[in-house]
């Protein structure tokens, strides 16, 4: 079974930085898309970025110049890079990511991590 694996969440003073990391586990033939998402207490879960496939990128606006979203194909891994965190950035974030697995030409399926905790002080 596909599994994802986050790290990197804190608790971080305002104007702070954060990096977390997203890491594939387990047996699959490639990854597609991956994003990362976040989810603050009694809101939505929302999209905060996503890289494709081609490498290309889409940034909430909240997220725009603030946070970068890359990905490493050889560690299977994708990454966010937080700045300038305030508290209103507090929330579990989670990583996605399109996978194909099984065996010949596979099916993609659509993985979640746990989460991570991101704790913005005031």
């Known amino acids: 079974q596909v599994q994802l694996l986050e790290s990197g969440g804190g608790l971080v003073q305002p104007g702070g930085s954060l990096r977390l990391s997203c890491e594939v586990s387990?047996?699959?033939?490639?990854?597609?898309?991956m994003a990362w998402y976040r989810q603050a207490p009694e809101k939505q879960r929302e999209l905060v970025a996503a890289?494709?496939?081609?490498?290309?990128?889409t940034y909430r606006d909240f997220a725009k110049g603030r946070f970068t979203i890359t990905r490493d194909r050889a560690k299977n891994a994708v990454y966010l890079q937080m700045g300038s965190l305030q508290p209103g950035d507090t929330a579990s974030y989670y990583c996605?990511?399109?996978?194909?697995?099984?065996?010949?030409?596979?099916?993609?399926?659509?993985?979640w991590g746990l989460g991570t905790e991101v704790t913005g002080s005031s």
């Open positions: 890289v494709r496939g081609d490498g290309s990128t």
């Open positions: 387990r047996s699959f033939i490639s990854i597609g898309n």
């Open positions: 996605d990511a399109d996978i194909r697995v099984g065996k010949g030409g596979g099916t993609w399926n659509t993985y």
